[in-house]
């Protein structure tokens, strides 16, 4: 477009100026007149005048004339034909850049409504998703309930081989219950179901009940974990303080999962400015490989090395804390290389 | 000092959910009382037992709202139907409310009748700053806003959106304390001490070869180049898509494709949506298109969409002159909700980055915009409002 306004400004001027010879050529002419005609009254008035120049005027003005309008005439025939093509160029560009346009149009329009019926399809799996994880949780609910019951011998006396089925058996609905909650945290989060409670509320009593929970998992993997934290009582965050938790337990969990037997596990919390607290989770386990770090955070992604070491994981934790911490007005993000650990950061406001 | 807090609230049951949204942003005003209320709400909820949610919370603030096409916050925009509210206090600003009714009668005088009401409230007569809400489905916007100024004063500070329906272009509503209305403009009147900033902006790209408007009425396009105007879209869309703008509002596909007008002393052009076509192909807009007029058509880009809206909020805080943003207020056309899909909160964060993370934020996804000219306020002889479409609107308020 800019290229063709410069053209066309061009070729104007060049016409112009090819136009106009005829006239500098006749102004030449009448120039030289006009000096005769100086010169004559030089000679009247007794004055000298270098120049003696052209007799007369009327042959000269008259030839001069038609010499001027035949190269007129020939340079405008000559112009017109060059803005002929120009014009003709011109259309053609015209035309096509139209043609370009609406398949611009009906492009776009295409990727739109592919687009529209992705969100659509997508809409309709989170549905799917949603009405599965309730319609599981009641039935799960009953089999603990059940395995409960059998468990503690409510039902009867129970042999040591059955006893040690049971415990299986209720450890792995135990796991299921726990995926299927994944999946309704995350449908909440997609739906903007999830209400918050925002208050102040002490991070590092959260970390300290997080690791007492975690301590028996710590232990049979012997894993050294060592929470730091600035001297002094800790200001509060704000925060809701269930989810602050859920996220926690979450990342804690997941740097003990992936940690090699004998690793260690370092948590701390500082304050980098005066509004913003800082928690860190840094492992030395199996990492994340690099050509999947962009997905770490996305919907049911599990990382290749993740999947090897523990199979069960509904690929969900790390989507629900972004969401959660995001919603505090903080921020996550990790650190890390495959084999030699992973770091984990979030920020969280102080409370006012 | 202004005061705002927003809340947010989505579920089935209407009053509950006004109730709650109304509970939350009073909640966020940390004890202060609420002097007047922002409320806009999907017209998925029974609109009167959704207003009497927010009036049970809310009973004595000035409340004016009306349904949208999406509801925006500080979280960006809200997923599904849901009710936003901001609460508003402040000590050395006075809000008044009320309404402008029948602009499918008369237009310019409902702007009018509504700037009026809301004037005679201030006890000096006098108003700093205006935001309207009008139904621009039963008529014709640019007129409402000219009736607005008729009354306030050719460039007195306007700012608004016309209210939506989840994109069916059925019928939308407006509040006014404990009433709703159809086919009406509510407006907020601030007055007092306080700053405002403005930013507008559209970035759509037009394509394509200009047309020349032949033949108009006020909002009403009938001809192209001598054709039916409609003939533009069948074009461009080609014969397959042509046949379904017979059966669907025209507005449901054409948005993200809006006309482009040139205006003298602009090299932007002034956009145009088109809304519903009829049996003779003459296309209705969100507001006039003059006979002459050279229109083209338009074409949206999210990372251009994204840029402008960043720039227009920079605009808008710059002209508060150093002081810190309190509230946001955004009005943005539904069809840049269209055009960025899934990634609407990219346009909404790009602007907090200029006004804050943290500022109190709500807005709506609109059929058409109100705002001056280059969101000029700080020059009053330069503030020209306009009705705009496809454009982004971002109100600033501060002390």
């Keep these: 477009m800019v290229t063709e306004r410069k053209d066309i400004r061009h070729s104007t001027v060049a016409i112009i100026l090819f136009l106009s010879i005829p006239f500098l050529l006749f102004a030449a002419v009448v120039g030289t007149i006009t000096l005769r005609h100086f010169n004559e009254m030089a000679t009247i008035m007794g004055m000298t005048f270098p120049l003696s120049v052209f007799t007369s005027d009327a042959e000269i003005v008259i030839g001069a004339f038609i010499v001027c309008l035949g190269l007129e005439s020939g340079l405008f ?6 803005y002929r093509t120009k014009a003709s160029t011109l259309e053609n560009t015209a035309y096509e850049q139209e043609r370009a346009a609406v398949l611009l149009v009906r492009r776009d329009m295409e990727l739109s409504r592919a687009n529209e019926q992705l969100r659509n399809l997508d809409e309709v799996k989170s549905g799917f998703i949603s009405v599965v994880a309730h319609q599981l949780r009641t039935p799960l609910s009953g089999i603990k309930w059940t395995l409960n019951l059998l468990q503690n011998g409510d ?14 058996a209720y450890e792995s609905n135990d796991r299921m219950i726990g995926l299927v909650n994944d999946l309704l945290g995350a449908d909440r989060i997609d739906s903007g179901k999830a209400r918050y409670t925002f208050i102040p509320m002490d991070l590092t009593g959260a970390i300290e009940s997080v690791l007492y929970e975690i301590a028996p998992q710590v232990h049979a993997r012997e894993l050294t974990v060592r929470f730091t934290k600035p001297e002094g009582q800790f200001s509060p965050v704000r925060g809701d303080p269930e989810r602050i938790r859920a996220v926690l337990q979450n990342l804690v ?13 370092l948590i701390t919390l500082s304050s980098p400015d005066t509004e913003t607290a800082l928690v860190s989770i840094k492992d030395n386990g199996i990492g994340i490989p690099k050509d999947e770090q962009e997905h770490i955070f996305s919907r049911f992604f599990r990382a290749k090395n993740a999947v090897k070491v523990e199979t069960d994981g509904s690929g969900l934790g790390l989507y629900i804390a972004k969401a959660i911490i995001q919603r505090h007005g903080g921020k996550i993000w990790f650190d890390g290389k495959e084999d030699e650990g992973v770091s984990f950061f979030f920020t969280l406001p102080l409370a006012k | ?34 002097e007047a209320a922002l409320v ?8 009167e037992k959704m207003l009497a949610g927010v009036r049970s919370v809310l009973p004595n603030a000035m409340v004016v709202g009306c349904s949208t096409a999406g509801e925006i916050t500080q979280d960006g925009p809200a997923k599904r139907h849901s009710v936003a509210v901001m609460a508003l206090a402040g000590e050395s600003i006075s809000f008044f409310a009320g309404v402008g009714e029948n602009i499918a009668a008369d237009a310019r005088k409902a702007g009018a009748v509504v700037a009026g009401n809301v004037k005679k409230q201030s006890p000096n007569g006098k108003l700093d700053a205006f935001v309207m809400l009008p139904d621009v489905l039963v008529g014709n916007g640019a007129e409402i806003v000219r009736g607005v100024l008729d009354s306030l004063g050719a460039h007195f500070p306007v700012v608004g959106g016309a209210a939506g329906d989840d994109f069916e272009f059925k019928k939308t509503f407006q509040y006014l304390n404990d009433k709703i209305y159809s086919g009406a403009v509510v407006g907020l009147g601030l007055s007092g001490k306080f700053k405002m900033g403005i930013g507008v902006k559209h970035g759509w790209i037009p394509v394509g070869l200009p047309k020349t408007v032949t033949k108009s009425t006020g909002s009403v396009l009938h001809e192209l180049d001598g054709k ?17 703008l017979k059966k669907e509002p025209l507005a449901k596909l054409a948005i993200t494709y809006p006309l482009g007008m040139k205006v003298a002393g602009s090299d932007e052009l002034l956009i145009r949506d088109p809304i519903t076509v009829d049996a003779n192909g003459s296309i209705t807009c969100a507001a006039e ?5 050279e229109i083209r058509l338009m074409i949206g880009s999210r990372e251009e969409a994204i840029k402008v809206a960043k720039e227009a909020a920079v605009s808008a805080v710059q002209q508060l002159n150093g002081s810190a943003p309190k509230a946001v207020i955004i009005f943005n056309c539904i069809a840049r909700n269209k055009l960025f899909g899934e990634h609407g909160g990219e346009e909404i964060s790009a602007i907090q980055e200029a006004v804050g993370r943290a500022t109190p934020l709500i807005g709506f996804y609109t059929y058409g915009e109100q705002a001056p000219l280059g969101g000029e306020v700080r020059n009053l002889e330069k503030c020209n409002p306009a009705f705009h479409n496809e454009t982004v609107v971002i109100c600033v308020l501060a002390d």
């Excluded at chain 1, 025939?77 to 060059?82: D, P, R, T, V």
């Excluded at chain 2, 927003?6 to 005003?29: F, K, M, P, T, W």
């Excluded at chain 2, 806009?40 to 609109?47: G, K, L, M, R, T």
Aim: no cysteine.
């Design chain 2, 289 to 293: 298109i003059p006979e002459g007029s």
């Design chain 1, 253 to 265: 969990e997941n740097s003990v999962k992936y940690s090699r037997p004998q690793g260690t596990v």
């Design chain 2, 228 to 244: 039916p105007a409609v003939k533009i879209y069948e074009d461009y869309f080609g014969a397959e898509r042509a046949e379904e």
């Design chain 2, 1 to 34: 000092m202004i005061d705002a807090g927003v809340g947010l609230s989505l579920g089935e049951d209407a009053h509950l959910v006004g109730a709650n949204a109304a509970q939350d942003a009073l909640e966020r005003l940390k004890g202060k009382k609420a």
């Design chain 2, 40 to 47: 806009f709400a999907s017209v998925a909820y029974d609109q």
């Design chain 1, 155 to 168: 039902l009867g006396t129970l042999s040591l081989e059955q006893k040690k089925f049971l415990v299986k």
């Design chain 1, 77 to 82: 025939i000559w112009a017109l034909s060059l």
